[in-house]
């Protein structure tokens, strides 16, 4: 699909996947629901994921930023795992064994999703592949993922300013430095050389 630009220029709609690993309710997940609306390919099997890409999954350490546009832009998708939080260290190991898409883990936002919000961190995978896409400047691809639920344009409401912030950032290093301007949250201990 074909998007114009708020300039006119025409860009195309980067390929959003998620893998599914069945640990929670179809009929509230968000990634389910997504692709239901045509948002998003789902994967029941690892092996069907596309083999050129970023997977979200937080607990790689790697934060995606300016220099993982180019990958998705130029025609790499973007994969968001989809499990339950009280099984992440398991899933993620499960799934990065398989796989040879780039980990990234999103800078801090707050969830706006029922169960977790205005907890930092604790997104949906249908906010965590949003919020690729606004970084990335997919803003109208971004609200469309986020177009089935109630709460869906909230999310952007709630994390405006660190969203657009984020978005301007030239650096990952630029980004991870800017969560400490939103987020009250603890510096990492600085280790001497």
Not at 77 to 93: P, R
Request: charged share 25%; glycine share 6%.
């Amino acid at each position: 699909m074909i998007t114009l630009t708020t300039s006119g220029d025409a860009v195309s709609d980067v390929s959003v996947h998620a893998v599914w690993l069945a640990q929670d309710d179809p009929k509230k997940n968000t990634a389910v629901l997504a692709s239901k609306r045509g948002n998003l390919k789902l994967h029941k099997r690892i092996n069907t994921l596309p083999k050129r890409g970023i997977i979200l999954e937080p607990l790689c350490g790697k934060v995606f930023g300016p220099e993982d546009h180019a990958l998705i832009i130029n025609g790499g998708s973007l994969v968001g795992l989809d499990c339950s939080w009280a099984h992440i260290e398991e899933s993620v190991a499960q799934v990065m064994r398989r796989t040879r898409l780039q980990p990234r883990m999103l800078p801090l936002l707050l969830a706006a999703n029922p169960v977790n919000w205005g907890k930092p961190g604790r997104l949906t995978t249908a906010e965590a592949l949003a919020t690729v896409l606004y970084l990335i400047g997919r803003v109208k691809q971004a609200r469309d993922v986020l177009g089935a639920f109630r709460w869906g344009e909230r999310f952007f409401e709630l994390n405006k300013e660190p969203l657009d912030a984020y978005a301007r950032a030239e650096t990952s290093a630029e980004l991870v430095e800017l969560q400490f301007e939103f987020f009250d949250i603890d510096r990492p201990e600085e280790t001497s050389s």
